[in-house]
């Protein structure tokens, strides 16, 4: 699919909305889909006329992919994303002579119901998402215009935007929302109106970044390949359908601008019999590969969101995927307190639960970095040798990708280990109906029992609010009408040595433990949403 000019919402700017997103890339797109399904008013605001017609971001995980899920954009574009595929799981670390070091296992099994590691062209998904933003009710998408400066009015819990056509920046107006979402990027502009400082993790490297069509066909053993050359250390990976990716460190004795330069591109790709008859080259350029977060997500009503809030080189193809957790975290706390179903209280977590799970990613990238690239000699060879022999150990099994639970202060209820990470997705059947669980009983606030009917302890009272809050129960112990086909579930609950649990919308267990504890777990969930700080 090529992508198109941006189609233009064609409405004037409204004065008074629910939200306002600046920056309408994937992060604020997704966000304002779900806001406007759930009944919010809300208008993106993007500077550039166009979308970028250019890839950038190019694999997504599993917990990703349900998060589109939900927001219904797999039901028909699920062909836009290519699966982790290679013999030894997907993810590669290979010295200068192409001998193999590590694997890390993107093959594995996922909880979320996909694939665990995905290839796509991002100006196809965002074509996807700015067409649902478009048709969701409540939304408007205003290209061309341009954030300058906000003030917030805490007595009335208001914000007031001021944007301007960017092609005209003296032509100012105004926008009242009671919330302001700063999705604008590394280098954003509501995160310097707000003052916000950022975190650094000291890893700082430059790489260019090449992206090309292969016209004939090739073979690769892994998704991911990490050449750990101190000659030229070196990435190759799967872009999406018909697509690849290399990417090449910027070693010391070449400068950025010839680094940059297509002729550069095309001569480290040689090794690897990527020329120009055998490819043709869709993009290059150089970028410098950091780890950074915000120091604070939310100062009063406004927010920040995606690179605003957090960057990571991109070793473990975590960018994007962290962008869209902050689009679900942030957007089913919007939609409950705008209805009156929780206090706003909700937002003191927000920032502390996505800091303490980027930060945990980031400095998994940035160590693998650290690894990929080691330009000294000596201390390459030493790091090969000791890869090399912890492979060989039999008894050592295949990486997996990091795990990382919510960071504290969370909206979770103490239950051993569990509170706080991802809960399962499997495949079920109801009746003549075989699908992914969300997909056939809903998403939102699941009440999942492993042992009987999740309602059947609850009084009348607590399972209409369950209801009322957009909850879903299900017995999956195969004893009524849902089964659960593949065995997904009763793995997850042995592995958690636990019968029920309580997640959240963003797919995190709010609670876990015994059936019997299910009247706790809804009544602390009422606490919570009423008033978290107690």
């Not at 992060?27 to 806001?35: K, P, Y």
């Not at 993107?106 to 796509?120: K, L, M």
């Not at 009272?461 to 017995?475: C, K, L, N, R």
């Amino acid at each position: 699919m090529t992508p198109q000019p941006a189609p233009h919402s064609g409405a004037p700017l409204r004065p008074v909305v629910d939200v306002v997103i600046i920056g309408g890339g994937p992060v604020g797109l997704l966000t304002a889909v779900f806001l406007g399904r759930a009944g919010l008013q809300v208008s993106v605001v993007e500077r550039w006329p166009q979308r970028y017609p250019l890839p950038r971001a190019c694999t997504i995980d599993h917990e990703a992919l349900r998060i589109l899920q939900a927001a219904g954009l797999m039901a028909d574009h699920a062909d836009l994303f290519e699966p982790s595929q290679g013999e030894r799981g997907g993810y590669e670390f290979r010295n200068g002579e192409g001998e193999l070091l590590q694997a890390i296992d993107w093959n594995r099994v996922a909880e979320s119901g996909w694939a665990n590691t995905n290839g796509f062209y991002q100006p196809e998904l965002e074509a996807v998402l700015e067409d649902m933003a478009l048709a969701t009710p409540g939304v408007t998408v205003h290209r061309g215009w341009t954030f300058q400066s906000l003030e917030q009015d805490r007595g009335n819990e208001q914000v007031s935007v001021q944007v301007a056509p960017t092609e005209q920046p003296d032509e100012t107006e105004r926008i009242r929302a009671r919330w302001l979402i700063g999705a604008d990027g590394a280098n954003s502009a509501v995160r310097s109106a707000l003052d916000i400082g950022v975190g650094d993790s000291g890893f700082e490297a430059d790489w260019l970044v090449v992206d090309y069509q292969p016209l004939a066909e090739e073979k690769w053993s892994a998704f991911v390949t990490q050449y750990c050359d101190p000659a030229q250390p070196a990435t190759a990976v799967n872009s999406g359908p018909g697509r690849r990716r290399f990417e090449f460190m910027r070693r010391a004795d070449m400068t950025v601008e010839e680094l940059g330069r297509e002729s550069t591109a095309w001569r480290l790709m040689a090794p690897w019999g990527v020329t120009p008859q055998t490819a043709r080259l869709e993009r290059h350029a150089v970028y410098t590969f950091r780890g950074r977060w915000a120091h604070s997500w939310r100062e009063g009503n406004v927010f920040l969101a995606g690179d605003a809030a957090h960057l990571m080189p991109p070793f473990l193809g975590q960018g994007l995927c962290a962008g869209l957790r902050d689009a679900r975290a942030l957007s089913w706390r919007l939609g409950m307190v705008h209805h009156g179903l929780a206090a706003s209280d909700v937002f003191d977590t927000y920032g502390p639960e996505r800091t303490g799970h980027v930060r945990e990613i980031i400095d998994e990238a940035v160590a693998a970095g650290r690894v990929i690239c080691e330009l000294d000699v000596d201390r390459a060879a030493a790091r090969d040798a000791e890869m090399k022999r912890r492979s060989l150990d039999p008894d050592a099994a295949t990486r997996e990708p990091p795990h990382p639970r919510l960071g504290e202060p969370s909206l979770t209820v103490g239950s051993g280990s569990t509170e706080g990470r991802l809960a399962p997705q499997g495949r079920i059947r109801i009746a003549d109906w075989v699908g992914l669980f969300d997909d056939v009983v809903g998403g939102g606030w699941q009440l999942i029992s492993r042992v009987g009917d999740p309602t059947e302890h609850l009084d009348d009272e607590d399972t209409s609010w369950f209801w009322q809050i957009g909850g879903v129960v299900a017995d999956v112990s195969g004893a009524r009408a849902v089964k659960d086909l593949d065995g997904d579930y009763d793995r997850w609950f042995a592995a958690h040595d636990c019968e029920a649990f309580l997640a959240r919308p963003d797919f995190y267990v709010f609670a876990a433990g015994r059936h019997s504890d299910i009247p706790r777990f809804v009544t602390l969930l009422r606490q919570a949403l009423a008033s978290p700080s107690a």
